[in-house]
Structures are given as structure tokens and as C-alpha cells.
């Protein structure tokens, strides 16, 4: 069974109900609409990859602010030595 909605003078629809149930969406979450073809489809907005993912475990693990402090420190230590 179809669904509409109207838009609104700006740009504006409301999403019925029960699509928003069917998609799982709530106030505030982020659509996207994907075009193939000659379809267009609205799907909840995939969150985009984190850039900072191919980094994890490149440094060592830590278990409190002072123990990064102290490494860094270490880190300064060599680097003023080798000057």
C-alpha cells in the first residue's frame, strides 16, 4: 500500500508513522535518499566510517592520564637527546 506525504514551501514532508516505525527512525535521526536507476529510496543514514578506525592499537594501551603523561615524557626525553 503507497504512503504520501505533502511538501511543504520549504522543502519539508513528514515521514507517516509507520514507515518511521518500518525504518526504525525517531526525532532527530538523519535520512538518506539514494537514487538507482529511475527509483528513488529514503533509508535511515548510514554513519559514515570513522577515519581515526585504521589507527586503533597504533599506540600503546593505557590505562589513566598519568601513564600517557609519562610517555610522552619519555617521548621528549629521546627526542632532546638526540638533538
Given at each position: 500500500m503507497a504512503r504520501s506525504s505533502?511538501?511543504?514551501?520549504?522543502?519539508?514532508?513528514?515521514?507517516?508513522?509507520?514507515i518511521r516505525n518500518r525504518l526504525g527512525l525517531k526525532e532527530g535521526d538523519r535520512v538518506e535518499f539514494v537514487v538507482e536507476n529511475?527509483?528513488?529510496?529514503?533509508?535511515?543514514?548510514?554513519?559514515?566510517?570513522?577515519?581515526?578506525?585504521?589507527?586503533?592499537?597504533?599506540?600503546p594501551a593505557f590505562s589513566g592520564v598519568h601513564e600517557v603523561n609519562a610517555w610522552v615524557q619519555t617521548l621528549r626525553d629521546e627526542e632532546i637527546q638526540e638533538q
Open positions: 505533502t511538501i511543504s514551501s520549504k522543502g519539508q514532508i513528514t515521514v507517516p508513522r509507520e529511475d527509483r528513488t529510496t529514503i533509508r535511515p543514514a548510514r554513519a559514515r566510517e570513522n577515519p581515526f578506525t585504521k589507527y586503533v592499537g597504533a599506540l
